[in-house]
């Protein structure tokens, strides 16, 4: 692969990537991510974007396991629980 190629690639898994984290937990028809990510690759930029948003532990890309309406959708990782803040005793006084 030369440099164009990498970078035109890598532009290509960026705007995938962009488009589902401002879409999260919103599936997303194939179809449109195909215009996105280039009619003859579109699932390997979404390949691409499912492994940087992991790498990144900013959750994962789900397929919703549907061959004829195939679409896709980001999942942000799952907010740690809080434990309530109990006043200390010195506090109540």
């Known amino acids: 692969m030369n440099t164009a190629e990498a970078d035109r ?4 898994a960026e705007l995938v990537e962009a488009y589902l984290v401002a879409r999260p937990r ?3 028809p ?3 991510l195909a215009q996105i990510g280039g009619f003859c690759a579109w ?4 390949s691409d974007a499912r ?3 992991e790498s ?11 061959v004829r309406t195939s679409a896709y959708r980001y999942v942000p990782p799952p907010v740690p629980a809080v434990a ?5 005793l ?4």
Not at 90 to 93: D, H
Request: aromatic fraction near 8%.
């Open 90 to 93: 010195w506090e109540a006084l």
């Open 26 to 28: 919103q599936w997303v």
């Open 56 to 66: 990144g532990g900013r959750g994962t890309v789900e397929w919703n396991h549907q």
């Open 51 to 53: 492994r940087r948003i």
């Open 43 to 46: 699932r390997t930029r979404v």
């Open 9 to 12: 690639r890598h532009s290509n």
């Open 30 to 32: 194939a179809h449109v």
């Open 84 to 88: 309530p803040t109990q006043p200390q």
